[in-house]
């Protein structure tokens, strides 16, 4: 199985920071893409950062320079670096792959991580 695991949510005041981290762990060949998004209570799951290669990134335009989407690819983990961190971030934020499963199969698979609530307080 592949699984993806989050953490490093929590509660913040405004204006201060926080680290998420997500891994993926089980039995895979290798991730093509990693990103994050966010769903608040009534909304809809919206795109936050998505990491394609080292070299393409996109942000959603409410997050562009206050969040930092990194991966460490030795560790099939990805980072979300959240600075001045506002109310309207609140939601929970979640972890999404795109892995390649099997070596025979060069078509990624989508995966989700369960989940991990950070909520910004004023």
């Known amino acids: 199985q592949v699984q993806l695991v989050e953490s490093g949510g929590g509660l913040v005041q405004a204006g201060e920071s926080l680290n998420l981290s997500c891994a993926a762990s089980?039995?895979?060949?290798?991730?093509?893409?990693m990103g994050w998004y966010r769903q608040a209570p009534g909304k809809q799951r919206e795109l936050v950062a998505r990491?394609?290669?080292?070299?393409?990134?996109n942000y959603a335009d409410s997050v562009k320079g206050r969040f930092t989407i990194s991966r460490d690819n030795a560790k099939n983990t990805v980072y979300l670096q959240m600075n001045s961190l506002k109310p309207e971030d609140t939601a929970v934020y979640y972890c999404?792959?795109?892995?390649?499963?099997?070596?025979?199969?060069?078509?990624?698979?989508?995966?989700w991580g369960q989940g991990t609530q950070v909520t910004v307080s004023s």
């Open positions: 999404n792959a795109d892995i390649r499963v099997r070596y025979l199969f060069r078509h990624g698979t989508e995966f």
């Open positions: 089980g039995s895979f060949f290798s991730i093509n893409a």
């Open positions: 990491s394609i290669s080292a070299g393409s990134t």
